[in-house]
């Protein structure tokens, strides 16, 4: 059974980089699947941030597309987010995820909560 | 863009009682190759969010069989045939027709009376 793990820094100052890690285990990034990353502001919903494919082809939600880049390790199975020039809207428990297509997201990490704050 | 909307927003039901809720999409979700892709999530409080139903209908593994999903076009529904204390939570509606463009309803929260 695939297992996500998000991974990074809890504190990221306004107008700074926010970057985070999702390590995979239980499954090989590299046989398939998009692999994408999911936010949810602290008592409100879920916000699909985009996904990237081992390959490296990625697919990002226009509202964010400006400021987001993904990338993939797949020698590590790992993938990341980096989301730019940060503010307080930014303020989120992110959750990475595997991505079974049009099916939606069929594994889940525990979530890692980022507060942008000075 | 694809607007998914549910309702109520909030659904206080008996234990052993029914539930019902329902999703609407702005865009009909009946993908070119005969598929509909709106899925259902929940997440129980403190919890990541979890997948129960994909492509309507179909549940994924360990979901108990109270949960059903049904529907067609851009009207969905998901029901719980008797409400149990674990079915606490919020539930999400996702369409992935538009894939690679996924988008979630705003989630109808479930407590018990």
């Known amino acids: 059974q695939v297992q996500l793990q998000e991974s990074g820094p809890g504190l990221v100052k306004p107008s700074e980089t926010l970057s985070l890690t999702c390590t995979v285990s239980g499954y090989s990034i590299s046989i398939g699947y998009y692999w994408g990353w999911v936010r949810q502001p602290p008592g409100k919903g879920l916000e699909w941030i985009g996904s990237?494919?081992?390959?490296?082809?990625?697919h990002y939600n226009p509202s964010l597309k400006s400021r987001v880049t993904m990338s993939v390790d797949t020698s590590k199975d790992q993938f990341s987010l980096i989301l730019n020039s940060v503010t307080a809207a930014d303020t989120a428990v992110y959750y990475c995820?595997?991505?079974?297509?049009?099916?939606?997201?069929?594994?889940w990490g525990k979530g890692t909560t980022v507060t942008v704050s000075s | 863009d694809v607007v998914m909307t549910q309702s109520p927003l909030s659904l206080p039901v008996t234990l052993g009682q029914p539930a019902s809720i329902s999703c609407r999409s702005s865009?009909?979700?009946?993908?070119?190759?005969?598929?509909?892709?709106l899925n259902w999530f929940q997440q129980r409080p403190g919890q990541s969010p979890r997948r129960l139903i994909y492509?309507?209908?179909n549940r994924d593994s360990g979901v108990p069989d109270r949960f059903s999903g049904s529907g067609s076009g851009t009207d969905f529904t998901l029901k719980i045939s008797r409400v149990e204390a674990e079915d606490v939570g919020v539930y999400y509606c996702?369409?992935?027709?538009?894939?690679?463009?996924?988008?979630f309803g705003g989630g109808t929260k479930v407590e018990i009376k």
């Open positions: 990237i494919y081992h390959s490296g082809t990625t």
């Open positions: 865009q009909s979700l009946v993908h070119s190759d005969g598929n509909t892709y």
């Open positions: 492509k309507v209908s």
């Open positions: 996702m369409q992935g027709t538009h894939w690679p463009l996924l988008t």
């Open positions: 995820a595997r991505e079974d297509y049009g099916s939606g997201m069929d594994g």
